[in-house]
């Protein structure tokens, strides 16, 4: 049980290029979580997903769309990368009756050169 | 959505009790206080969950007043290990938790 898994760990990016964040969870939760965390600052939500096939955009959308065509995975893409989107950004799932208890992945550093 | 409000950071030994409030003034009525914490370079981890008086896991206690407009935290003899930001959220899980904000956190140093 891998619990919830993050694809890369580190990535560098320049300017205008495009990248897709792979999150996959094995504890059959029906949601998922995309966060950015900024240096020295809480976590912002992006995008959410309360179900296979359905999303919905969070508190700092702009910038990026996310895709969830399986249960278990949760993709977040930046189609043109800015320095602004320089962030640490962390997947998160949660039960449906345990929605308040969110399971975190390890993170993934990305840096827009 | 309620604003919360907690301090930005706190000191203690090991061995002592630590207490860290939050403030939720605008708490509304189907709101629960959720609290996470994070180590470095990780994500967070949920902690304890409360609506009204005490809760008490294997982790930490979580007393609310009756007015419910704050909450206080409580870890029992920190260790160095309790070394972390800790999370206060208010807000309604019913609702997916697509509104929920972590602000900045309290930062909780544990000295020897």
């Known amino acids: 049980n891998a619990g919830v898994t993050q694809t890369p760990k580190f990535r560098v990016l320049k300017t205008g290029q495009s990248m897709t964040l792979l999150c996959a969870q094995d504890m059959n939760h029906e949601y998922m979580y995309w966060y950015r965390q900024d240096p020295g600052m809480g976590l912002r939500l992006i995008h959410y997903s309360v179900g296979e096939g359905t999303t919905a955009k969070g508190e700092v959308p702009d910038g990026y769309n996310v895709s969830r065509l399986k249960k278990q995975n949760f993709l977040l893409g930046l189609e043109s990368a800015a320095p602004s989107q320089t962030s640490v950004y962390f997947c998160?799932?949660?039960?449906?009756?345990?929605?308040?208890?969110?399971?975190f992945g390890p993170g993934t550093r990305l840096t827009v050169t | 959505l309620a604003k919360t409000t907690q301090p930005i950071s706190m000191d203690s030994y090991e061995g002592q009790e630590v207490n860290i409030t939050c403030s939720h003034n605008n708490i509304a009525t189907n709101d629960y206080i959720t609290w996470y914490q994070q180590f470095p370079s990780q994500g967070p981890r949920f902690i304890i969950q409360g609506y009204k008086t005490k809760v008490t896991n294997e982790v930490a206690s979580l007393f609310i007043p009756a007015d419910r407009k704050s909450s206080t935290l409580s870890l029992p003899r920190v260790s160095l290990s309790d070394t972390a930001v800790y999370y206060c959220l208010v807000g309604d899980w019913d609702n997916y938790g697509q509104n929920f904000v972590f602000g900045p956190g309290t930062r909780l140093s544990v000295l020897p």
């Open positions: 998160a799932s949660s039960a449906l009756d345990r929605a308040e208890e969110q399971y």
